[in-house]
């Protein structure tokens, strides 16, 4: 069974940093497209970042200049640096694996930006 676990989550200061981390397993994570989305509360879950299987990325506007999207295929993991955090960015974040027809999800993270 694919797993996704996501960690690095927690509770931050208007401003500051956090860095997100999923970790894959029982996957040929390589081939894999990788995303970070988020749901807010009383909102749809909406796509943060993507890198694909080529490396390529994608942002959403709102955290662009601030996110960070990398991928280690040796580690079978996939990142999220979050820089110049705002309130407006408190969700929960999961992870996303897609290939195909296939999609898997993380159980999420909690990032709370508040002071």
């Known amino acids: 069974q694919v797993q996704l676990v996501e960690s690095g989550g927690g509770l931050v200061q208007p401003g500051g940093s956090l860095r997100l981390s999923c970790s894959a397993s029982?996957?040929?994570?390589?081939?894999?497209?990788m995303g970070w989305y988020r749901q807010a509360p009383g909102k749809q879950r909406e796509l943060v970042g993507s890198i694909s299987s080529s490396m390529s990325t994608n942002y959403a506007d709102s955290v662009k200049d601030r996110f960070t999207i990398s991928r280690d295929n040796a580690k079978n993991t996939v990142s999220l640096q979050m820089n110049s955090l705002k309130p407006e960015d408190t969700a929960v974040y999961f992870c996303?694996?897609?290939?195909?027809?296939?999609?898997?999800w993380g159980q999420g993270t909690q990032v709370t930006v508040s002071s």
């Open positions: 996303n694996a897609k290939w195909k027809s296939f999609a898997y």
């Open positions: 029982r996957i040929n994570f390589r081939i894999y497209d």
